[in-house]
């Protein structure tokens, strides 16, 4: 990069890394800390757990470079800066924050640092704490008029653009910065790719040729792989096999599966733990140094293991129980094969994994209507995911986050491309014609049944459930016998999928049962013969 070339700046910043306790750069660090201390604005749009805070860190704690003085941080999470500042401390480097939190005390100590001899490298500060402090705003004046505001480092940049759903109103105002302290460079970080967060940071924070440094999310060693749910002997029959003495993780939703599911490894001859928040601190670290230590061991985890967890070779991810959303999924499947050599993300879908985290999610009373609307979506996207077995995994993680990818350069490292050869596809417009006219008849006759019933129904059951309510006289009676199995639930997940189809949960007793009802969509495609085509894998191969 230019900023690199005859940089004067290099010997002191590799000099520098060695405090954070790094011995290389990862891709565009190096590039971005050198275009900061040549004094320019800067852009990184890094995928999550690429190393931002670096990015801003490192050129905070150098004394050369074009800008000297405190580097004021804002950033979005209360957690976050209090966990960064606590990690500088440790490092000898003199950080400090100003958030709602601050007490009393604290915020004079503070003070007394920024105007006295010992100021800080770092200050973070919360977007509304630098909104309405007029003191904080003293401070950076202060500061600005002696030359000593090294730059503004705007953390989870996306926050601005009111597309996201992350959007802060604070950050709106974070627009004012140039003008009213001209000439600080400002340096903008953010994980969300999309050109329209892109746009808007860069137009809101009035960046003046900016220095972009923008990575593509793509991880070209991870092979990713979608699967029908098996269970624990499967699994175990599956790592024996294809991960022996590699070390792995395996996400469960519930802490009670992930102990089950361990312990049901262990009795196959797995080095398997579990690890959840119900755990205590010492037995959490125990379980976590272990498994990072050493090899061939496996986490059965939820999602509140991995944050900060930095272990190069993990061979295996397997998402056991359904992500409930991809930004989760890529940032649990980003934990393996760090190390760069090959790795497995594999994906356990069933359909019946879907209701019960969207029951969840509508039953939670903290959450907001509008952040329910959110978690639905995030939830429908993730089984959009799951359910298109065409369309090259990669591509669609990466559009994902706006990012385009060509399916040719997968090469064969995600099921859908590795399968194309064996999969075949239907034109189910009839089967879902019929299957909708079936939810019709039943419901004009007031009559509950569950998509399990329902499929009994279209298949053409002989249970004595099915004879008893005289199901087998409807006209959609066996309309779906000649279906392979496989593609029978195709027909019935592709119509929930569509919307015609709906599954309604209705408290009965102390049972809740998902009854099927049409959707919204069921009126339309009936009118429009919407065609639908599905693509799957036949369970005996077409010779
Ligand atoms: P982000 O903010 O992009 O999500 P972080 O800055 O929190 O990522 O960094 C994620 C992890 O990567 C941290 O554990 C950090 O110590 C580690 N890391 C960052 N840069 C490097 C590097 N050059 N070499 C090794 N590890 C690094």
Redesign the pocket.
Known sequence: SSYIKDSPYTSEIMSKLHLFG?????PN?SEAIHAAMSGADVFVL?P???????CYQLPAVCQGGKTKGVTIVISPLLSLINDQVQALREKGIIADSLTSETREGDNKAVRSRIYGNDKPSLLYVSPERLQISESLKNTLAYLHQRGELARFVIDEAHCISTWGQDFRAAYQELGKLREDFPGVPIMALT?TADERAKSDILHGLKLEKPAIFAQSFDRPNLFYRVITKTNAEELAKYINQSHPDQSGIIYCRSRDGCEKLANQLRTKGLKAKHFHAGLDKTEKEATQNEWKRKQGHIIVATIAFGM?I?KPDVRFVIHFDLPKSMDGYYQETGRAGRDGKPAECILHYAYRDVQPIRNMIHKDQQTTHAAKTRQDQDLNVVVRFCTNNTVCRRTQILQHFGERFDDSLCRGRCNNCAEKGSRIQTNITEEVKTVISLVQTLERGQEKVTLDQCRSIYKGSSASAIKNKQHDRLPGYAAGRHLPPELLDIVFHQCIHLGVLEEKPVQNGKWHHNYLKLGPQAATFLREDKETLVDYKPKTPKS
Request: hydrophobic letters at 30%; aromatic letters at 6%; proline letters at 0%.
């Open positions: 790094l011995e290389k750069f990862r660090q890094m999550t757990g690429g190393g931002k805070s670096l994980a900060g930095d």
